[in-house]
């Protein structure tokens, strides 16, 4: 049995954070047995490493971070973290599985997380000030706005753009996603490679995924996501609703 460390949120929501979706999707396509063990903010760090999985990577004052997703799998006593290596160990470890990264595409992959990521990072100040309103305890509260002062420099209810400089991230967020409605254009199929879902389709809808859950289905900010692109974004969601299921 594979164990899927994710995050945790309050109820009703289950899972919601986008890097640990990403694993998800890998593991439902696959048709791996797994169960998820859900920690909060405040517990992960010491909860990975306690269960010996290595670090994610080191702090700016070299401390090593433990995140999820990570997964330990019992059949082979390999521990995992980080998304990518995860969908890669698990192509590697169960070859005759459907793959993350299918055959000769392994450089289209990498190209695209790399773009996507960088790209991508001003969604996080839509995302991350809504991020409280989902968190299950006062703890976990606490943690996510001391780490994220540190991390954004501002008060958690600060992060947010308004007026003109919000404008400016939506015309931004809008131009990456004409990239990437480009791209998909091009493809034979509904996902980035032709018919077969792959890693970089999860990616983006990882972080679809948490914009979609932590905002509401009826908020603005997810409307605006879902409709650019003629609704590309939600249809995508869609085509791989198969996939998102919390376990199998
Ligand atoms: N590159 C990693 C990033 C993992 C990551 O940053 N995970 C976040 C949740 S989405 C986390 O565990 N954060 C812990 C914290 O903020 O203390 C991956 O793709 O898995």
């Given at each position: 049995?594979?164990?899927?460390?994710d995050?945790?949120a309050?109820?009703?929501?289950?899972?919601?954070?986008?890097?640990p979706?990403?694993?998800?999707?890998?593991?439902?396509l696959?048709?791996?047995?797994?169960q998820t063990?859900?920690?909060?903010?405040?517990?992960?760090?010491r909860?990975?490493?306690?269960?010996?999985?290595?670090p994610?990577?080191?702090?700016?004052?070299?401390?090593p971070?433990h995140?999820?997703?990570?997964?330990?799998?019992?059949?082979?006593?390999?521990?995992?973290?980080?998304?990518?290596?995860i969908?890669?160990?698990?192509?590697k470890?169960?070859?005759?599985t459907p793959?993350?990264f299918p055959?000769?595409?392994?450089a289209?992959?990498?190209a695209?997380y790399?773009?996507?990521?960088?790209?991508?990072?001003?969604?996080s100040?839509l995302?991350?000030?809504?991020?409280?309103?989902?968190l299950?305890?006062?703890?976990?509260?606490?943690?996510?706005?001391?780490s994220?002062?540190a991390s954004?420099g501002?008060?958690?209810?600060?992060?947010?753009?308004v007026?003109?400089?919000?404008?400016?991230?939506?015309?931004?967020?809008?131009?990456?996603?004409?990239?990437?409605?480009?791209w998909?254009?091009?493809?034979s199929?509904?996902?980035?490679?032709?018919?077969?879902?792959?890693f970089?389709?999860f990616?983006?809808?990882?972080?679809?995924?948490?914009?979609?859950i932590?905002h509401?289905e009826?908020?603005?900010?997810?409307?605006?996501?879902?409709?650019?692109?003629?609704?590309?974004?939600a249809k995508?969601?869609?085509?791989?609703?198969?996939y998102?299921?919390?376990?199998?």
């Amino acid at each position: 049995m594979i164990t899927l460390y994710d995050l945790a949120a309050k109820d009703p929501i289950k899972y919601w954070s986008p890097n640990p979706w990403k694993a998800r999707y890998v593991l439902n396509l696959k048709k791996l047995p797994y169960q998820t063990v859900y920690v909060d903010f405040e517990d992960i760090d010491r909860v990975i490493r306690e269960a010996g999985i290595p670090p994610s990577h080191h702090n700016a004052d070299g401390k090593p971070m433990h995140t999820v997703p990570s997964i330990i799998d019992d059949a082979t006593g390999a521990a995992v973290t980080d998304s990518y290596k995860i969908a890669e160990y698990l192509d590697k470890q169960y070859p005759d599985t459907p793959r993350a990264f299918p055959v000769g595409t392994e450089a289209l992959q990498g190209a695209f997380y790399r773009y996507y990521n960088d790209n991508i990072r001003e969604l996080s100040l839509l995302l991350v000030p809504s991020v409280p309103d989902i968190l299950r305890k006062e703890a976990s509260l606490e943690y996510f706005y001391r780490s994220r002062l540190a991390s954004f420099g501002k008060p958690v209810d600060q992060i947010r753009p308004v007026g003109e400089e919000l404008e400016k991230l939506w015309e931004k967020l809008h131009a990456v996603h004409d990239t990437l409605e480009g791209w998909y254009t091009k493809s034979s199929g509904s996902f980035l490679v032709g018919d077969t879902p792959s890693f970089g389709d999860f990616t983006l809808a990882g972080r679809l995924q948490a914009m979609k859950i932590v905002h509401g289905e009826d908020s603005e900010d997810w409307k605006k996501l879902s409709t650019v692109n003629n609704g590309r974004w939600a249809k995508l969601l869609k085509d791989l609703e198969k996939y998102a299921s919390v376990e199998n």
